[in-house]
Protein backbone atom coordinates (compact mmCIF):
# COMPACT_ATOMS: atom_id res chain seq x y z
CA UNK A 1 0.00 0.00 0.00
CA UNK A 2 1.33 3.34 -1.15
CA UNK A 3 1.49 5.99 1.52
CA UNK A 4 0.23 9.44 0.63
CA UNK A 5 2.33 12.25 1.53
CA UNK A 6 1.11 15.30 3.35
CA UNK A 7 1.84 17.28 -0.07
CA UNK A 8 -0.51 15.31 -1.63
CA UNK A 9 -2.87 16.28 1.08
CA UNK A 10 -3.20 19.85 0.69
CA UNK A 11 -2.97 19.62 -3.44
CA UNK A 12 -6.45 17.62 -2.33
CA UNK A 13 -7.93 19.74 -0.02
CA UNK A 14 -6.96 23.20 -2.61
CA UNK A 15 -8.57 21.41 -5.59
CA UNK A 16 -11.44 20.64 -3.66
CA UNK A 17 -11.84 24.01 -2.07
CA UNK A 18 -11.29 25.56 -5.41
CA UNK A 19 -14.38 23.48 -6.86
CA UNK A 20 -16.47 24.02 -3.35
CA UNK A 21 -16.52 27.54 -2.82
CA UNK A 22 -17.79 28.76 -6.10
CA UNK A 23 -20.69 26.23 -6.45
CA UNK A 24 -21.42 27.09 -2.54
CA UNK A 25 -21.84 30.66 -3.94
CA UNK A 26 -24.67 29.66 -6.74
CA UNK A 27 -25.79 27.08 -4.63
CA UNK A 28 -26.75 30.11 -2.15
CA UNK A 29 -27.97 32.91 -4.84
CA UNK A 30 -30.56 30.04 -6.44
CA UNK A 31 -32.06 29.68 -3.12
CA UNK A 32 -30.80 26.31 -2.34
CA UNK A 33 -28.53 24.88 0.61
CA UNK A 34 -24.80 26.03 0.13
CA UNK A 35 -23.86 22.88 1.25
CA UNK A 36 -25.04 21.07 -1.52
CA UNK A 37 -21.81 22.10 -2.73
CA UNK A 38 -20.11 19.15 -1.39
CA UNK A 39 -21.78 16.90 -3.44
CA UNK A 40 -19.34 18.04 -5.99
CA UNK A 41 -16.60 16.18 -4.94
CA UNK A 42 -18.92 12.63 -4.83
CA UNK A 43 -17.89 11.64 -8.76
CA UNK A 44 -21.18 10.93 -10.67
CA UNK A 45 -23.33 12.43 -8.21
CA UNK A 46 -21.79 15.85 -9.20
CA UNK A 47 -23.26 15.23 -12.37
CA UNK A 48 -26.64 14.62 -11.37
CA UNK A 49 -27.01 17.53 -8.90
CA UNK A 50 -25.79 19.84 -12.11
CA UNK A 51 -28.83 18.24 -13.87
CA UNK A 52 -31.23 18.50 -11.49
CA UNK A 53 -29.92 22.67 -11.10
CA UNK A 54 -29.94 23.24 -14.60
CA UNK A 55 -33.25 22.17 -14.87
CA UNK A 56 -35.17 23.85 -11.90
CA UNK A 57 -36.79 26.85 -11.74
CA UNK A 58 -34.43 29.02 -10.38
CA UNK A 59 -34.81 32.91 -8.78
CA UNK A 60 -34.42 34.41 -11.34
CA UNK A 61 -37.39 32.76 -13.59
CA UNK A 62 -40.02 33.50 -11.78
CA UNK A 63 -38.90 37.29 -11.33
CA UNK A 64 -39.31 37.01 -15.06
CA UNK A 65 -42.45 35.73 -14.94
CA UNK A 66 -44.04 37.92 -12.42
CA UNK A 67 -42.73 40.98 -14.37
CA UNK A 68 -44.14 39.65 -17.76
CA UNK A 69 -47.73 38.90 -15.88
CA UNK A 70 -48.02 42.36 -14.49
CA UNK A 71 -47.21 44.06 -17.51
CA UNK A 72 -50.02 42.66 -19.49
Known amino acids: ?3 YSPVH ?3 LLAVC ?3 VFPVW ?4 RIGLPGALSLLMIV ?3 NLITLWIVAFIAW ?3 KTA ?8
Open 1 to 3: MIA
Open 65 to 72: ANLTAETF
Open 25 to 28: RIFS
Open 17 to 19: AII
Open 9 to 11: WIV
Open 43 to 45: PLI
Open 59 to 61: PRD
